[in-house]
């Protein structure tokens, strides 16, 4: 069974205090992996996919890295404004095409 | 700007009365998704189309019906909203096609009274 779990459930950090959102996965079949970010009561913002263990993508002070069994979401020197939930997301080839698994997130906080 | 619109932003019905959500896209993709999302919980995917293809998830209750007129519009229709309804409902596309982006709108708070 496809699955995805996300870890920590909350992220408090202090501005400039980098860290790392992980996001484990079992799939059958890898048909990307997905990072969004989500603010409170809007919908989710795409930011990442990735579609191979070894690939990176970075966009301003988040670096999103894949391996077979897990992703993470590195941010280097966060601000405030950073502060959201961020979901993980897997397209599996295992069941129907375009589906979307999504873990349950991270609510990061980033204090000044 | 090619988006995703979902209208209304906020949606207010009483139990049992009929409701229905509406999404609308710009970008010309062939799947539209509608999920439903409840306070710290994971977006939990109703249906989608392929076109005109409708696909209804298992677990989806017959209480949640959906219609796409055409490539650029689709709407979710609650027919008899409990208060277990009470969520945000999210619109999303994308392009079929393996490992596709879905983009998704702003959303739809419903609060059922």
């Known amino acids: 069974e496809d699955q995805v779990t996300q870890s920590p459930e909350a992220l408090r950090l202090q501005e400039g205090e980098s860290s790392s959102l992980n996001c484990s996965y079992t799939v059958s079949g890898l048909r990307g992996l997905f990072w969004y970010r989500q603010d409170p009561g809007k919908g989710p913002e795409f930011l990442f996919t990735l579609y191979s263990a070894g690939e990176e993508k970075e966009k301003e002070r988040l670096k999103a890295t894949l391996t077979k069994k897990e992703s993470f979401l590195h941010i280097t020197a966060p601000k405030p404004e950073d502060s959201a939930t961020y979901l993980c997301a897997l397209g599996s080839g295992g069941s129907t095409l375009g589906r979307l698994y999504f873990g349950r997130g991270t609510q990061l906080t980033v204090w000044p | 700007d090619a988006m995703v619109i979902q209208n209304p932003r906020y949606q207010v019905t009483q139990f049992g009365k009929p409701v229905t959500l509406s999404c609308s896209q710009t970008l010309n993709h062939n799947v539209m998704y509608w999920y439903q999302q409840k306070s710290s919980q994971a977006p939990k995917l109703l249906f989608h189309?392929?076109?005109?293809?409708?696909?209804n998830e298992a677990d989806t209750p017959d209480n949640f019906q959906s219609r796409r007129p055409n490539t650029s519009f689709c709407f979710l229709d609650i027919r008899s909203p409990g208060l277990g309804d009470a969520a945000m409902y999210l619109c999303?596309?994308?392009?079929?096609?393996?490992?596709?982006?879905?983009?998704f709108g702003p959303g739809t708070r419903l609060l059922v009274l």
């Open positions: 999303a596309t994308s392009k079929e096609e393996p490992g596709g982006t879905q983009y």
């Open positions: 189309y392929y076109d005109k293809d409708f696909n």
